[in-house]
């Protein structure tokens, strides 16, 4: 008995082997066959996965996870999770106003998104504190460019809710880092005094 394989080592007879000893023969082979399979195959339960452990030859068992858990990698290796679900909290941000056309000379911008993936969505209120010559269309600075999609835009919506009372849509084009806003008959928002509310969901670059 000593005539191993070369991916396994499992013992064999080899020729000059008695052939009275076979049966003890086939009893070391199989057993070094019994022992490896199982070291191939760890499975135990339904619904148990492996995978190649450190040890050459060797895999080691994951058992099934539960109702709602997800495969993930942790320290390297696969294991179950629980996904964190939805959108990550809201992170502020520096957004800029700037009118179609005029000056505007005061205003605060409160501004938030939260991503998740591709998904972006924004939502600002804007206090327009002092108008000037302030006309047109809202422009508000989105947190990130926009996928390119040609011929397309993403839209949302928009509320002036302090003195006209008119909501609106808003808007963000492809491959734009710019979010429109008008209200729905086509007015400006601009004024003082008014307070907007945007919100927005786009796919970013």
């Known amino acids: 008995m000593?005539?191993?394989?070369?991916?396994?080592g499992f013992v064999l007879p080899t020729s000059s082997d008695l052939v009275t000893d076979l049966p003890a023969d086939f009893d070391v082979a199989?057993?070094?066959?019994?022992t490896r399979m199982k070291a191939l195959e760890p499975a135990t339960t339904l619904g148990d996965l492996q995978y190649a452990s450190a040890t050459a030859n060797t895999n080691t068992r994951l058992g099934i996870g539960t109702t709602g858990q997800v495969l993930a990698v942790v320290g390297g290796v696969p294991s179950w999770a629980t996904p964190s679900g939805g959108f990550p909290a809201w992170t502020s941000y520096a957004a800029t106003v700037t009118p179609q056309s005029g000056s505007l000379t005061s205003y605060t911008a409160t501004s938030y998104y939260s991503v998740s993936g591709k998904t972006c969505l924004v939502s600002s209120f804007i206090i327009i504190n002092t108008n000037g010559t302030a006309a047109?269309?809202?422009y508000l600075s989105a947190p990130f460019t926009s996928q390119t999609r040609a011929g397309f835009q993403?839209?949302?919506?928009?509320h002036e809710g302090q003195t006209t009372g008119y909501s609106g849509w808003s808007i963000i084009a492809s491959n734009?880092?710019?979010?429109?806003?008008r209200d729905y008959l086509?007015?400006?928002?601009?004024?003082?005094?008014?307070q907007i509310t945007i919100t927005m969901a786009y796919e970013v670059a």
């Open 136 to 138: 047109g269309t809202l």
């Open 154 to 158: 993403w839209g949302g919506t928009s």
């Open 186 to 194: 086509f007015n400006t928002y601009f004024g003082t005094g008014n």
């Open 176 to 181: 734009s880092s710019t979010i429109n806003a």
């Open 30 to 34: 199989l057993q070094g066959v019994d």
């Open 2 to 8: 000593a005539n191993p394989t070369t991916n396994y």
